[in-house]
Every structure is written in structure tokens, then in C-alpha cells.
């Protein structure tokens, strides 16, 4: 019943103009700002900054270098902002840019993903980037190791550490 309900918006929307002037500005934000469809959604419903996953394939870049390249090539933001929403100095993001320019000159591939990382979640600094990475992946979307692993390009093992040790400073 409720797919049959879902044919029939999807049918009746068809021609409708706002679906059509979304679609011009999912087109256009994608174009400009290369944002997948789920930031856009999030921009509309006002929700934090989001990294999507597919970022976390890019190689020789430290998780910390990923974001920080990610949010100062692709979402504009200034050394200061970057350094606020991720709860740092802003010298420490300064260099964790540099670094990563020397170690990765092309602009960051990034894919459609349905897992995108908050960036709210590296507020917390009693975790380390990777830590923080981890424990949303695992206990938020419910993946295996093996999954996490396959999404960051990461050993198995060092998603296993990682969320253990995790877990040991939860129980301090």
C-alpha cells in the first residue's frame, strides 16, 4: 500500500514547477559546488556540514588532512571556520592543509555517497579523528569492520583497534 501511494505522488509531482525548480538547483549546486544531492537536502534543511565517505579513498592523506583539504577546496570555508567546526586551533588546520598539499595536489574525488560524516562529531576531542569516524560508522549506521574498512581504505585490524580503543576510553 504505501509503495502504491509512492508511484502516485511520484506521478502526480511530474510536471509539478517547484519539483522542477529542485531539480534546477540540485543541477546547479552539484555543477558549482560539486554537492551531492543529500547536501543539498541538508543546505535546505539547514542541517550541519557533512564529509561524504568517499573522500576517506583518497590516498597518503591522514583522516584530519582528508577533511581539512575537503573543507577548504570543496566547501570554501576559511582556515577559522574549519578550525571551529572541528574544535582546533586554527594554526593546527592551517598546517594540516599544508601538509596535505604537498602530499596530494589534485582536488579530492568525490562520489554520491549514502554515508556522509558529520562534522559535528570531531567536537568531541577525547576521540581522535579516525576514533570519532569509527564510532559513528559503527554504532550509528550499524556497519561491520569489514565495511568501515572497505569505505576508508583501511586494514580490518586497524578498524578493530581503532573502535576498541575507543571503547576503552568510554569506559574511563
Known amino acids: 500500500m504505501h509503495q ?12 509539478d514547477k517547484i519539483v522542477e525548480a529542485l531539480e534546477v538547483v540540485d543541477a546547479y549546486f ?61 594554526r593546527t588546520i592551517w598546517s594540516t592543509y599544508s601538509n596535505s598539499k604537498k602530499k596530494f595536489l589534485k582536488k579530492l574525488v568525490i562520489k554520491d555517497s549514502e554515508i556522509s560524516i558529520p562534522l559535528d562529531i570531531f567536537k568531541r576531542r577525547n576521540y581522535s579523528v579516525l576514533e570519532n569516524i569509527v564510532l559513528f560508522l559503527k ?21 578493530w583497534t581503532t573502535y576498541k580503543r575507543a571503547l576503552n576510553k568510554n569506559e574511563k
Open 4 to 15: 502504491g501511494r509512492g508511484v502516485f505522488l511520484k506521478e502526480k509531482l511530474k510536471n
Open 30 to 90: 552539484k555543477d558549482k559546488y560539486q554537492l551531492s544531492t543529500d547536501e543539498v537536502l541538508g543546505i535546505i534543511k539547514k542541517e550541519s556540514l557533512s564529509v561524504p565517505i568517499s573522500v576517506f579513498k583518497t590516498p597518503n592523506l591522514s583522516s584530519l588532512e582528508i577533511i581539512v583539504k575537503f573543507l577548504k577546496e570543496n566547501k570554501d570555508m576559511s582556515y577559522h571556520e574549519i578550525a571551529q567546526e572541528l574544535n582546533r586551533d586554527d
Open 139 to 159: 554504532e550509528k549506521k550499524t556497519l561491520s569492520y569489514n565495511k568501515i574498512a572497505d569505505l576508508l581504505c583501511k586494514h580490518y585490524q586497524t578498524i
